[in-house]
Protein backbone atom coordinates (compact mmCIF):
# COMPACT_ATOMS: atom_id res chain seq x y z
CA UNK A 1 0.00 0.00 0.00
CA UNK A 2 1.54 3.39 -1.25
CA UNK A 3 -0.37 6.56 -0.78
CA UNK A 4 1.63 9.53 -2.79
CA UNK A 5 0.75 13.12 -3.07
CA UNK A 6 0.93 13.76 -6.87
CA UNK A 7 0.04 17.33 -6.26
CA UNK A 8 3.53 18.25 -4.13
CA UNK A 9 5.81 16.82 -7.67
CA UNK A 10 4.04 19.28 -9.79
CA UNK A 11 3.26 22.14 -6.86
CA UNK A 12 7.04 22.41 -6.08
CA UNK A 13 10.69 21.82 -6.91
CA UNK A 14 11.98 18.89 -4.29
CA UNK A 15 15.70 19.40 -3.10
CA UNK A 16 15.84 16.86 -0.45
CA UNK A 17 14.13 13.48 0.69
CA UNK A 18 14.44 12.04 3.87
CA UNK A 19 12.09 9.12 5.18
CA UNK A 20 10.58 9.09 8.70
CA UNK A 21 8.69 7.44 11.01
CA UNK A 22 5.04 8.42 12.19
CA UNK A 23 3.95 7.88 15.64
CA UNK A 24 0.21 6.39 15.24
CA UNK A 25 -2.59 4.97 17.04
CA UNK A 26 -3.77 1.67 16.11
CA UNK A 27 -7.09 2.68 14.94
CA UNK A 28 -5.07 4.73 12.39
CA UNK A 29 -2.57 2.29 11.19
CA UNK A 30 -5.97 -0.01 10.22
CA UNK A 31 -6.95 3.24 8.21
CA UNK A 32 -3.68 3.80 6.22
CA UNK A 33 -3.90 -0.19 5.16
CA UNK A 34 -7.77 -0.05 3.97
CA UNK A 35 -6.03 3.05 1.83
CA UNK A 36 -8.08 5.92 3.70
CA UNK A 37 -6.06 8.47 3.94
CA UNK A 38 -4.66 12.03 2.04
CA UNK A 39 -1.62 13.32 2.03
CA UNK A 40 -3.21 16.74 0.39
CA UNK A 41 -3.13 20.01 1.89
CA UNK A 42 -0.63 17.98 4.29
CA UNK A 43 2.71 19.34 5.82
CA UNK A 44 5.91 19.13 8.45
CA UNK A 45 6.55 21.80 10.82
CA UNK A 46 9.43 22.33 13.42
CA UNK A 47 7.98 22.82 17.18
CA UNK A 48 10.77 22.47 19.73
CA UNK A 49 13.60 20.38 17.95
CA UNK A 50 10.53 17.73 17.32
CA UNK A 51 8.98 17.66 14.00
CA UNK A 52 5.18 17.48 13.57
CA UNK A 53 2.99 16.57 10.92
CA UNK A 54 0.23 18.80 10.54
CA UNK A 55 -3.13 18.29 8.90
CA UNK A 56 -2.79 14.89 7.78
CA UNK A 57 -6.06 13.27 7.35
CA UNK A 58 -6.77 9.52 8.18
CA UNK A 59 -10.40 8.51 8.01
CA UNK A 60 -12.18 6.76 10.67
CA UNK A 61 -11.82 3.38 10.80
CA UNK A 62 -15.36 1.77 10.53
CA UNK A 63 -14.76 -1.02 13.26
CA UNK A 64 -13.58 2.05 15.74
CA UNK A 65 -15.48 2.44 18.72
CA UNK A 66 -14.99 4.96 21.48
CA UNK A 67 -11.39 4.40 20.72
CA UNK A 68 -11.05 5.88 17.35
CA UNK A 69 -8.84 8.71 16.18
CA UNK A 70 -9.16 12.19 15.33
CA UNK A 71 -9.10 12.51 11.81
CA UNK A 72 -6.75 15.21 11.08
CA UNK A 73 -5.05 15.41 14.45
CA UNK A 74 -1.09 16.87 14.37
CA UNK A 75 1.19 13.73 14.34
CA UNK A 76 4.60 13.44 15.59
CA UNK A 77 7.53 12.36 13.22
CA UNK A 78 10.41 9.89 14.11
CA UNK A 79 13.72 11.44 12.99
CA UNK A 80 17.53 11.91 15.09
CA UNK A 81 18.35 14.86 16.03
CA UNK A 82 20.95 15.09 13.62
CA UNK A 83 18.66 15.21 11.00
CA UNK A 84 16.29 17.15 12.22
CA UNK A 85 18.60 20.21 12.81
CA UNK A 86 20.02 19.57 9.08
CA UNK A 87 16.48 19.79 8.07
CA UNK A 88 15.88 23.11 10.34
CA UNK A 89 19.03 24.80 8.55
CA UNK A 90 18.13 24.26 5.05
CA UNK A 91 14.57 25.12 5.79
CA UNK A 92 16.11 28.41 7.25
CA UNK A 93 16.90 29.60 3.17
CA UNK A 94 13.48 31.55 2.15
CA UNK A 95 10.82 29.64 -0.14
CA UNK A 96 11.77 26.48 1.41
CA UNK A 97 9.45 23.76 3.13
CA UNK A 98 8.79 20.41 4.50
CA UNK A 99 6.38 18.72 2.55
CA UNK A 100 5.50 15.11 2.82
CA UNK A 101 5.63 13.16 -0.28
CA UNK A 102 4.71 9.32 -0.34
CA UNK A 103 3.45 7.03 2.49
CA UNK A 104 4.16 3.75 2.42
CA UNK A 105 4.87 0.79 4.94
CA UNK A 106 8.84 -0.89 5.20
CA UNK A 107 9.23 -4.01 7.53
CA UNK A 108 5.10 -3.02 9.17
CA UNK A 109 5.86 0.00 9.52
CA UNK A 110 4.51 3.18 8.42
CA UNK A 111 6.96 5.49 6.80
CA UNK A 112 6.67 8.68 5.29
CA UNK A 113 8.98 10.57 2.38
CA UNK A 114 9.36 14.04 3.21
CA UNK A 115 10.46 16.25 0.77
CA UNK A 116 12.28 19.91 1.30
CA UNK A 117 10.87 21.90 -1.56
CA UNK A 118 10.74 24.97 -3.03
CA UNK A 119 7.52 26.32 -4.67
CA UNK A 120 6.94 26.83 -8.37
CA UNK A 121 5.84 29.62 -10.38
CA UNK A 122 2.73 29.38 -13.08
CA UNK A 123 5.70 29.60 -15.38
CA UNK A 124 7.39 26.76 -14.57
CA UNK A 125 4.44 24.89 -14.13
CA UNK A 126 3.64 25.08 -17.58
CA UNK A 127 7.32 24.22 -18.34
CA UNK A 128 6.85 21.08 -16.39
CA UNK A 129 3.31 20.23 -18.13
CA UNK A 130 4.77 20.79 -21.70
CA UNK A 131 8.10 18.84 -20.79
CA UNK A 132 5.66 15.86 -19.68
CA UNK A 133 3.56 15.75 -23.06
CA UNK A 134 6.47 15.90 -25.13
CA UNK A 135 8.03 12.91 -23.26
CA UNK A 136 4.25 11.21 -23.66
CA UNK A 137 4.37 11.70 -27.65
CA UNK A 138 7.69 10.76 -27.86
CA UNK A 139 7.31 7.47 -25.74
CA UNK A 140 3.70 7.26 -28.13
CA UNK A 141 5.80 7.02 -31.71
CA UNK A 142 6.92 4.13 -32.85
Known sequence: MEIKNRK???????????????????????????GSCNLKDTYAKIKNNEL????????????????NHEERRTRKLL??????????????????????????????RAKIKLGVCKGKHNYDKRRSIKEKELKREANYVI
Open 52 to 67: YLINMYIAKYDEGNRF
Open 8 to 34: AYYDYFIDKEIEAGIVLTGTEIKSIRK
Open 79 to 108: LHKNEIKKIKVSLEQEGYTLIPLELYFRNN
